[in-house]
């Protein structure tokens, strides 16, 4: 299996989405299995020639010659994932940063999250058009395609309250602050805040929040363990929080997640391999 990071190259899509990745896998090679785990992004997958079962937090992808184009949409899971693919793979994944890919969208994200891997069509032309950009061989020129539909669809998108509280969230002096402080920060209510929330995340402030502290966790240890060795001291509270959220986010002890973590392409993506 082979994946490649693509960061956007236009301005404009640079404030929205944090990269793009090719991934593909060839008919001969055994399956690839892994665990993934919930992220702060927004993620959308267009898959050429699969079918995708979902089973619980399982998922498996086969080729399937019949099934043109698959869409899928990531958005609300917040418990590990298994992903197994089989056969032959064509497939480009979207990460949008938080609330990004509201600007690319007619509706609310809540409208398009109903399932656990909803298919994903905002557009009368979207799956034809991502049937085309998937049959592009050249990497660079496919991503090129694929910047200049969603240019096309880019429309203003302004949360003020959303982009004030993520804001707050994403300083990392801040990761320990109860949702009570961001409401007081604010001065809005926390029933307020949730709504938005649920309106164009897709997740409660409080899971969107332990997420941050999940990842920001995870790279401070990637970038220090190397030179200090495991640490529990991850701005957590105390240890017991940290072993609970680690096992709540990926069904490992930190410990165990760490010695199994396979670190790719720069550290953008981190899974586990099966």
């Known amino acids: 299996m082979t994946i490649k990071i693509y960061r956007p ?17 060839t008919a001969e090679e055994k399956p690839t299995v892994y665990f993934t785990f919930p992220s702060i992004y927004t993620i959308v997958t267009i898959s050429q020639q699969t079918q995708t079962a979902v089973n619980g937090n ?7 010659p019949s099934n043109t184009i698959e869409t899928n949409l990531v958005c609300n899971f917040n418990d590990p994932v298994l992903i197994c ?33 909803p298919d994903f069509n905002p ?42 509280v993520i804001s707050e969230m994403l300083n990392k002096a801040n990761l320990n602050q109860s949702m ?16 938005h929330f649920d309106q164009h995340i897709c997740k409660t402030p409080s899971q969107f929040k332990k997420i941050i502290r999940f990842r920001t966790a995870i790279q401070s240890q990637l970038e220090e363990g190397k030179k200090n060795g495991f640490s529990y001291n991850l701005d957590y509270f105390d240890q017991s929080h940290m072993i609970r959220d680690f096992k709540k986010l990926t069904g490992f002890t930190p410990k165990v997640f760490f010695s199994k973590i396979s670190n790719l392409e720069r550290g953008q993506i981190k899974w586990i391999f099966i």
């Open 9 to 25: 190259d236009h301005v404009l899509l640079k404030r929205h989405i944090e990269c793009f990745y090719i991934l593909e896998k």
């Open 85 to 117: 693919y089989e056969g032959k793979i064509n497939e480009i994944t979207t990460y949008f940063k938080p609330l990004g890919i509201n600007a690319f969208i007619p509706e609310d994200l809540r409208y398009y999250s109903h399932g656990t891997f």
């Open 123 to 164: 557009y009368m032309d979207y799956k034809d058009a991502m049937s085309s950009i998937l049959s592009i061989d050249d990497h660079c020129e496919r991503i090129k395609a694929l910047e200049a539909y969603w240019l096309s669809k880019l429309v203003v998108f302004e949360n003020a309250l959303l982009e004030n």
């Open 58 to 64: 399982k998922l498996v992808s086969k080729h399937c």
């Open 180 to 195: 009570a402080e961001f409401s007081l920060k604010t001065g809005r209510s926390r029933m307020t805040i949730n709504k």
